[in-house]
């Protein structure tokens, strides 16, 4: 069998040449994000359905495709069939359980609620050509076994998907 002998010289210059090249690639895919334009914003909760998360999943579907279309409004480019599309896949939501307690005011408690899914891009032909994870969790103060009382869980849902949209770009590197 034929022996491979790679002098120094030889090994650093291959070496330098894979990092040129991978620069050269971060660059274009900098480039390619800097000029990003979607036609589209679409939500996908289906996550949640399958969960059985149904209640979660209509109120993020209702708030989370006008937040995006705020935060991403100087990169929507409807009339664009060139455009490609944003999808923000919602994979998991946990309204955290309020334990009875006197921390801040009259019966009022602490939790922790959170959101996690991803930012997915496709190209105007449909194909994925970037996803970006996201998890955001974040306090909240509400009263004992507010589980149970709608409105405050719909509110709090709704700033759950405030939250993913105001993250995302930057989880993208916009």
Same mark, same amino acid.
């Given at each position: 069998?034929?022996?491979?002998?790679?002098?120094?010289?030889?090994?650093?210059?291959?070496?330098?040449?894979?990092?040129?090249?991978?620069?050269?690639?971060?660059?274009?895919?900098?480039?390619?994000?800097?000029?990003?334009?979607?036609?589209?914003?679409?939500?996908?909760?289906?996550?949640?359905?399958?969960?059985?998360?149904?209640?979660?999943? =209509?109120?993020? #579907?209702?708030? !989370? $495709?006008?937040?995006?279309? &705020? *935060?991403?409004?100087? +990169?929507?480019?409807?009339?664009?069939?060139?455009?490609?599309?944003?999808?923000?896949?919602?994979?998991?939501?946990?309204?955290?359980?309020?334990?009875?307690?006197?921390?801040?005011?009259?019966?009022?408690?602490?939790?922790?609620?959170?959101?996690?899914?991803?930012?997915?891009?496709?190209?105007?032909?449909?194909?994925?050509?970037?996803?970006?994870?996201?998890?955001? =969790?974040?306090? #909240?103060?509400? !009263? $004992?076994?507010?589980?149970? &009382? *709608?409105?405050?869980? +719909?509110?709090?849902?709704?700033?759950?998907?405030?939250?993913?949209?105001?993250?995302?770009?930057?989880?993208?590197?916009?």
């Amino acid at each position: 069998m034929g022996e491979l002998h790679l002098t120094r010289r030889a090994a650093l210059a291959g070496l330098t040449m894979a990092a040129a090249s991978a620069s050269a690639a971060v660059r274009a895919s900098a480039a390619s994000l800097g000029d990003l334009r979607f036609r589209e914003v679409r939500v996908d909760v289906s996550p949640l359905h399958d969960k059985y998360e149904d209640d979660e999943a =209509a109120w993020i #579907a209702a708030v !989370l $495709p006008g937040y995006l279309r &705020q *935060t991403f409004a100087k +990169r929507l480019a409807p009339a664009d069939r060139g455009a490609g599309v944003l999808v923000a896949r919602i994979d998991n939501v946990v309204l955290g359980w309020s334990h009875s307690g006197l921390n801040f005011g009259l019966m009022a408690t602490d939790t922790t609620d959170s959101i996690e899914g991803a930012g997915i891009v496709l190209d105007a032909r449909g194909r994925v050509v970037g996803s970006y994870p996201l998890f955001s =969790a974040f306090g #909240a103060n509400t !009263l $004992p076994n507010s589980p149970y &009382q *709608t409105d405050i869980r +719909r509110r709090r849902a709704e700033m759950l998907a405030l939250s993913f949209a105001q993250w995302l770009p930057g989880k993208m590197g916009l």
